[in-house]
């Protein structure tokens, strides 16, 4: 079993059609220098190679759009 808990910052970035999702750590810049923001779909990637029976991610992203109604990064 693996429990993964994150609370910090994210974004959200209108990528064509579609809005992707970033965890972004203590040591991510602001945009547009994304170089060490994680997207969600790296993250699912990985989980997805595990090897655990059961996995319970918690991810809680305090974004700007929260509040503002606008994609940005908080």
């Known amino acids: ?33 994304d170089a060490f923001w994680i997207s969600n779909e790296f993250v699912s990637n990985h989980l997805g190679r595990l090897q655990a029976k059961r996995v319970l991610v918690i991810a809680i992203h305090i974004t700007q759009a929260n509040y503002l109604g606008t994609n940005s990064h908080c």
Request: aromatic share 12%; net charge negative.
């Open 1 to 33: 079993n693996l429990l993964i808990y994150y609370a910090g910052h994210g974004s959200m970035v209108n990528v064509g059609e579609r809005d992707t999702g970033y965890w972004l750590p203590i040591n991510a810049d602001p945009p547009p220098n």
